[in-house]
Nanobody, 114 residues
Framework: HVQLVESGGGSVQAGGTLTLSCAAS????????MSWYRQAPGKERELVAS?????KYADSVKGRFTISRDSAKNILTLQMNSLKLEDTAVYYC???????????WGQGTQVTVS
């Protein structure tokens, strides 16, 4: 019954800032690991940032993006600063890592940098 819904995507000029949010509904374990992924056209899905016990970032976004989590509300946030054209992609929220990967995924939100 868990569902993840991303929001906050849109169009932004290069160098700008955009903040994405992922809200979890249903019976979600508050301690689940959560991550942000993205997929650009013609490319494989890549891990952008994860929040477990520590924060980790892909080299391409390190220093520009910040992942945060409100465990009480089950909301995951990705603040994206100094956006580049290469950041254009559909961004996905994922939660609850298990043997085969993340169990739950959102539908994605489009981020377009121009």
């Amino acid at each position: 019954h868990v569902q993840l819904v991303e929001s906050g995507g849109g169009s932004v000029q290069a160098g700008g800032t955009l903040t994405l949010s992922c809200a979890a509904s249903g019976d979600m374990f508050s301690g689940c690991a959560m991550s942000w992924y993205r997929q650009a056209p013609g490319k494989e899905r890549e891990l952008v940032a994860s929040w477990v016990s520590t924060r980790k970032y892909a080299d391409s976004v390190k220093g520009r993006f910040t992942i945060s989590r409100d465990s009480a509300k089950n909301i995951l946030t990705l603040q994206m600063n100094s956006l580049k054209l290469e950041d254009t992609a559909v961004y996905y929220c994922a939660a609850c890592y298990s043997s085969g990967g993340y169990t739950y995924w959102g539908q994605g939100t489009q981020v377009t940098v121009s």
